[in-house]
């Protein structure tokens, strides 16, 4: 019986609780007269960025695309003169992405970033087909100052062998020296 | 002149509900919105009251679709059979002393007999579909009804008990003379708030629909105005649980002189109007097996005593 | 079978193996590096560390190298204990030291083992402050890259290249922790199975370079188990696609055949399926004698109006087509008027082959061949003409090794100690050619001979067998006679049936003394012996010689094949053809067929082996497997397993095709076998540049197999498996996962070589020498491992390794001729550079088979001559295939 008056009680707390909310004000933001504060780290519209030597950021290591829920990402790699990676064609099928930024989080280059922009309604479901062009940003995005290449110990043009952060200078193969 | 009159009041219930029942879709998100903490439908027109013409426009304007599997008679007569029976049900309403369609010496009965006939409705839409997901929303529909619709009318019979009279008019007239009938039935009147909510199977008790496992329940493959009619059914059953919660239970047209008796009726029907959709924002839905034991093993002996209990004092009276 | 104890749980172990196999055998993942199923242990790594106890009361143990230890009855183990766990992962730590920060940007990232055994392991953080040790690069040709900086020092690789392959021109240099592993100075690798160095190395310091152009990681391929057209070993294949081009081809796992290794033709010469050179369209030529692309009913219609307009039909088939496909031909154009598209000369040659498979004599598989103690080659340059076999015929001569291991009670996996105990031990291999022989370096005979010298010489050893007289012959008799289990090899490359009769007969003698005696004839083309056995009673030449004004032609490059005069008749020519050839350029009618990688086949190769090639992806366009395009010629298109249950229901001995590999019937819990891996990407984006409605993924009516990712891959038998996968194991070390035992045959390989009963007791052919050469000069064609076989030349790489036409002689010709090393010759207006060369055989004129030398054909030595103020290639240009460009 106790358990019966505890639940009613409990109904009628809930139907009052809910009732005082006559007087909390709204949360709603009446989007488009007013614009909401987007955190910089909201997950919207996805561009490629360079490094800070202007070049692109992404080698086309292919793990945003296989991270991808979605299969939105499609891209090619290839190879300019000195072995430096890049994408030949960078693809996001934006009708498809879920801004999920499992992408972002995939990427070991800082390459591909979601940025605060989330406007992207189109009439014609063909133009939310982004291809490199339109996904390459000139800037540095989110974090400034990375430069994979400068990490990595992979030859470019104007990083030689051994240049890379925390790299020895390469061995002379034919010196006995100790 | 007085022909004129009856049609006036008859075409005026049967607009009034209909207008009523479109308005309370608007006005449900609305009120859902503000104890949500959120705007709710506010585009077109003006606080978006427009909604309620849009979607007409849209029910009507979309395909109608009867699915090649269904039985298509019963499928389309199923979701008229529910406006009908509602609509009937408000002949019975008093909405002032002599505004009412009719005033039937058994038009407690009468109302209780057209809220029955809305389960057919339901369980034929849900038969006729030939989907799974519709016939078991159809089945639990019939039993909940079935089994809210002997609480219901039981807890009634305190009030014809004392009042002695099954005419609404007279119930109401009754409360004038004596007690708003709230206070002597109060079991009956907390009965029949939980039977009517059942009957019209609104939340928490709409487990025919039941979204989250039916799909839609008994009306999965409905659409455009048949679905609407569906829709319509239950804003009108809504509306007439509130006008008889208000009627029977509250004095119906009564009040102090400084507004209308027609006005008194519809500020108490709108009451609980909104305590419905109240309901709606508050309380989740219960189990199945929970709604039905908690009919039969809770109201339906409480039902029982509150009738004995009247019955026994007004012997001893 | 000792009984062993590890974890507390008794393994049932197989004898003599170490405890590393005996680990993986029970599924029990133990990381490795060093350690390879083929090439046996040598603890250089320090990754399989387990502990052992001495007793029941040994609590404590000791660690110990699994791949090391032996096991024996009751020897008590554990992988899983703390101290063993945290030395592995300290030894991959350690590796990591100086391995580079450059996963994205490695090709051999996702398929990479030493990303699975870090994860394996566990080790996670970096602790080390220091600096990385880095390494320049080489340029190690066309096919290899090479990225010092991610070595682990495991030696897998010079192990293999030098051990396994015989090169010798990649080498460990320095020491401590600045060992480089590469060639004393850039250039391309030379052995001709360098291209296992990629799936060799357990990093990615060894990368595949063609790959790389059009790099795809392995999770995106859409991958079908191939075998490889480019010679009659039917070397098993996995060829890979993307984007609609073949992007890599990939050893697939075959006990019996080519184990883990592939040659560098096969795995390199795949290009030919994206060559600019493809046929992408069907073509008619009109009356200016220029083509016009039609698309292909059309096409098929005028084909059809040449068939009944034609006054004599014929269609000529191709040992380098399936069966399935050749059957389609037969049906088109009836039995009668088919032939295989062999020449009198091939036929022969086959039909010797075809009769040895046939016979008693035990015919073994390739990779039975490593097992036999004394081996004579006649007159076949195997590493050229079927180099897989080479690979081997290398492993056959440690069998001394072993016999040497054996009496000192070494265990076979221990390999640096059987080496260090054989030294310079070596089976007994003899080999009787024209010419210097990649094989040099391991035969204890080399004897250079031309052709008709190497026939006598054959039967000298023959009638040596069984005759004790001392000879040179009966010397080598001795080495066979003697043998456990020899070993008779020959083949086509030559080009004389005789060969291949001598050796016969030589292997016929042998057989008499030690019944273990087995032959391997190596046929010339990827379905010669298929092909054969459909029609090798009639040639080409003797078809033609009916005069046919019209005439089909299935994958064959006729004029080249044929001598131009065979052709006269022809009027009207249909060919069907992936590539474009001499032979399209004469035609009427092209039709585009699909290549190895977009058709299904059957094939047969030089063991009798039948096997089905599988569908990698649905070609563009009009292109269409060649059985398609024939069978609706005939008048509806007909499924490859049709063709194929109608073949073997006319050919009682082709009975087995039917069922080495399941029919597209075959499901798995009711879904196909997918192409795709289950983390294929980008489906939604791939050619949303051409529409953003997705296409429908293409469905294979023909195979079950399916271009999705939806579908059962990890229990697809070896037939039908599309990559090696397995939880945890990324790359192709997977392939453990399928074996029962590892290094052991494929859990679910469909048997054996059923298609022949071997029953029948072969006489001694008869032999005419003189008709064949003339005892004179004789010209021969040498076959090249990059340059001899007409597809793999369309790829770019490949085609980049094709020699200059030359002529070689040895001084005694070189003089007759009045020739000089270094100097211009002349034939056919095509200049070669003439190579004198003291270890060419009297008499014979070498030049290569080439594509630039196809003029020659039938070519007289006297036709050669001296060529005034020819500029020899000089050592630049011949270095030009070996720049060092490009290596960093």
């Known amino acids: 019986m106790g358990m019966i008056l505890k639940a009613i009680w409990s109904q009628l707390v809930t139907l009052y609780r809910v009732l005082l909310h006559t007087f909390t004000p709204t949360d709603t933001v009446s989007y488009p007269e007013e614009m909401p504060y987007l955190a910089p780290r909201y997950r919207g519209r996805i561009v490629l960025t360079r490094d800070p030597g202007g070049e692109e950021r992404c080698v086309a290591c292919n793990l945003c695309a296989v991270a991808c829920p979605v299969d939105c990402i499609a891209l090619q790699k290839t190879e300019d003169e000195h072995g430096r990676w890049y994408a030949d064609f960078f693809r996001i099928n934006f009708s498809r992405c879920v801004m999920c930024g499992l992408c972002e989080e995939a990427c070991p280059t800082y390459a591909i970033q979601l940025t605060p922009d989330f406007e992207m309604c189109e009439y014609d479901r063909q133009n939310m087909v982004y291809e490199k062009e339109h996904l390459l940003i000139s800037g540095q995005g989110k974090y400034p100052g990375y430069s994979f290449y400068h990490v990595a110990g992979k030859a470019i043009k104007d990083k030689d062998k051994g240049e890379s952060l925390n790299e020895a200078t390469p061995i002379d193969v034919r010196s006995l020296l100790p | 002149m007085v022909e004129l009159v009856i049609y006036l009041v008859i075409f005026g219930t049967l607009f009034g509900s209909f207008a009523g029942a479109a308005l309370l879709v608007w006005f449900e998100r609305r009120l859902l919105g503000l104890w949500q903490d959120r705007l709710g439908p506010n585009r077109v027109g003006l606080f978006g009251a427009g909604l309620a013409i849009a979607d007409i426009i849209k029910l009507f304007a979309k395909e109608d679709w009867i699915p090649p599997f269904a039985d298509r008679f019963v499928f389309v007569f199923a979701p008229t059979a529910i406006v009908m029976a509602m609509l009937l049900g408000f002949a019975v309403v008093p909405f002032a002393p002599d505004i009412h369609v009719a005033d039937l010496n058994i038009g407690l009965l009468f109302f209780l007999g057209m809220t029955s006939l809305a389960v057919y409705s339901v369980l034929l839409g849900g038969l006729a579909s030939n989907n799974k997901y519709a016939l078991l929303g159809g089945l639990r529909s019939a039993a909940q009804m079935v089994s809210y619709e002997v609480f219901m009318g039981l807890s009634l019979m305190g009030v014809v008990m004392q009042a002695g009279t099954f005419s609404l008019v007279d119930i109401v007239l009754w409360q004038a003379d004596n007690i708003w009938f709230f206070i002597p039935q109060f079991i009956g009147f907390l009965i029949f708030l939980i039977a009517g909510i059942a009957e019209s199977h609104r939340l928490p008790f709409d487990l025919p629909e039941a979204e989250h496992e039916l799909v839609a329940g008994f009306h999965t493959e409905y659409s455009g105005m048949k679905f609407g009619m569906f829709m319509l059914g239950e804003y009108l059953g809504v509306i007439l649980i509130s006008s008889m919660i208000a009627t029977i239970f509250f004095g119906g047209w009564l009040g102090p002189d400084f507004l209308p008796p027609i006005f008194w009726f519809f500020l108490k029907s709108f009451a609980f109007i909104c305590f419905f959709i109240l309901l709606r924002a508050a309380i989740p839905r219960p189990r199945y097996d929970q709604l039905m034991s908690f009919g039969w093993k809770y109201l339906l002996p409480l039902t029982l005593i509150n009738l004995l209990a009247t019955g026994a004092i007004l012997l001893w009276a | ?888």
Request: aromatic share 6%; hydrophobic share 35%.
């Open chain 3, 1 to 888: 079978m000792p009984n062993i104890i590890v974890d507390g749980q008794t393994i049932e172990a197989k004898d003599g193996a170490n405890l590393l196999e005996v680990l993986l055998n029970e599924g029990i993942n133990v990381p490795y590096f060093c350690w390879h199923p083929a090439m046996g242990s040598i603890g250089a790594c320090r990754q399989c560390a387990v502990v052992g106890y001495a007793n029941e009361d040994d609590t404590r143990g000791r660690i110990m190298m699994s791949c090391m230890t032996p096991v024996s009855e009751g020897a008590r183990f554990s992988v899983n204990a703390d101290n063993a766990e945290s030395f592995r992962e300290s030894v991959v730590e350690n590796l990591m030291l100086n391995h580079p920060h450059d996963c994205p940007v490695c090709e051999e990232g996702g398929e990479c083992h030493l990303q699975d055994m870090t994860v394996m392991v566990g080790h996670r953080d970096r602790q080390y402050e220091g600096l990385k040790t880095t390494y320049r690069n080489q340029y190690l040709g066309p096919f290899i890259g090479h990225e010092m900086n991610r070595c682990i020092t495991c030696y897998r690789c010079v192990r293999y290249y030098k051990d396994y392959a015989g090169g010798d021109d990649l080498s460990a240099f320095g020491s401590r922790d600045r060992v480089f592993f590469g060639r004393a100075e850039s250039g391309v690798l030379e052995n001709e199975f360098a291209g296992n160095l990629i799936e060799v190395c357990p990093t990615g310091v060894f990368t595949d370079k063609t790959f790389s152009k059009h790099y795809t990681r392995k999770w995106d391929l859409q991958t079908a188990p191939t075998v490889c057209q480019s010679c009659s070993l039917g070397c098993n294949t996995y060829t890979s696609e993307r984007y609609g081009e073949v992007r890599r081809v990939h050893n697939r796992y075959n006990h019996e055949v080519n184990g883990y290794f592939l040659c560098d033709r096969g795995r390199f010469g795949a290009g030919h399926v994206n060559s600019a050179n493809r046929i992408p369209q069907a073509g008619i030529r009109n009356s200016d004698g220029r083509y016009d692309p039609v698309d292909l009913e059309t096409a098929l219609s005028a084909v059809s109006d040449l068939m009944s307009s034609s006054d004599g039909l014929i269609g000529i088939g191709s040992p380098r087509a399936s069966l399935e496909a050749n059957e389609a031909l037969i049906q088109l154009v009836g039995e009668e008027n088919y032939c295989n598209g062999m020449t009198d000369n091939e036929c022969e040659m086959h039909q010797v082959i075809l009769d040895v498979l046939a016979s008693d004599l035990i015919t073994p598989a390739m990779a039975e061949v490593e097992d036999y103690d004394a081996i004579i080659i006649v007159g076949e340059d195997i590493t050229n003409h079927a180099p897989r076999l080479a690979l081997s015929i290398r492993q056959s001569i440690r069998q001394r090794a072993g016999e040497l291991a054996e009496s000192s009670g070494i265990a076979l996996w221990h390999d640096a100690a059987v080496r260090e105990l054989a030294q310079a031990e070596k089976s007994p291999l003899t080999l009787l050619t024209p010419m210097a022989d990649r094989l040099d370096d391991v035969a204890t005979h080399s004897i250079r001979l031309a052709p008709n010298e190497i026939i006598n010489k054959t039967i000298e050893i023959t009638n040596a067998v069984n005759d004790a007289t001392p000879s040179s012959a009966r010397e080598i008799a001795q080495t066979l006679i003697e043998a456990k289990k020899p070993l008779i090899v020959s083949g086509t490359s030559l080009n004389s049936p005789n060969i291949l009769k001598a050796t016969t007969n030589l292997a016929i003698a042998v057989a008499q003394h030690n019944p273990e005696t087995g032959i391997f004839l190596c046929a010339h083309e990827s379905n010669s012996v298929g092909a054969s056995l459909l029609g090798s009673d009639r040639s080409g030449e003797a078809l033609l010689a009916t005069k046919p004004n019209t005439a089909i032609v299935l994958e064959n490059d006729i004029y080249s094949r044929f001598a131009e005069g065979a052709l006269e008749s022809i009027d009207h020519l249909v060919v069907l053809t992936p590539l474009d050839d001499s032979t399209a350029s004469q035609a009427d009618v092209v039709l585009p067929a699909g290549s190895f990688a977009e058709a299904e086949g059957t094939f047969i190769n030089s063991e009798g082996r039948s096997q089905r090639s599988m569908v990698v992806f649905k070609p563009k366009g009009d292109i269409a497997p060649s059985y398609q395009l024939l069978t609706r010629l005939a008048g509806h298109a007909k499924q490859a397993s049709t063709l194929r249950s109608e073949l073997a229901a006319r050919h009682e001995a082709l009975q087995p095709i039917t069922s080495i590999a399941p029919n597209e019937q075959f499901r798995i819990a009711g879904s196909k076998v997918a192409r795709m891996t289950h983390r294929s990407s980008g489906r939604t984006a791939m050619s949303a540049d051409i529409s953003v409605r997705e296409k429908r993924q293409p469905e294979d009516q023909e195979s079950a197999l399916a271009f999705t990712m939806e579908g059962n891959q990890q229990q697809a038998p070896a037939a039908l498996r599309t990559y090696s996968w397995s939880p945890g194991w990324n790359s192709n070390q997977s392939i453990h996962k399928f074996q029962d035992e590892v290094g052991g045959p494929d859990r679910s390989a469909v048997d054996k070589r059923p298609l022949f009963e071997q029953t029948r007791r072969l006489t001694p052919y008869d032999i005419s020498v003189e008709s064949e050469f003339d005892p004179g000069q004789i010209v021969i064609l040498q076959q090249h491992i990059f340059g001899s076989d007409p597809s793999s030349n369309e790829a770019e790489e490949i085609a980049s390794l094709i020699p200059q036409p030359y002529v070689r002689m040895n001084s005694t010709t070189a003089s007759s001729l009045a020739l000089t090393h270094r100097g211009g010759a002349k034939c056919r207006d095509i200049e070669m550079m003439v190579l004198v060369d003291d270890d060419v055989a009297e008499g014979c004129l070498i030049y290569p088979s080439i594509p630039a030398t196809t003029a020659l054909a039938g070519v007289a030595s006297t036709d050669f001559t001296a060529i005034e103020g020819w500029i020899a290639p000089s050592e630049a240009v011949k270095a030009s295939l070996i720049t060092t460009d490009g290596a960093r």
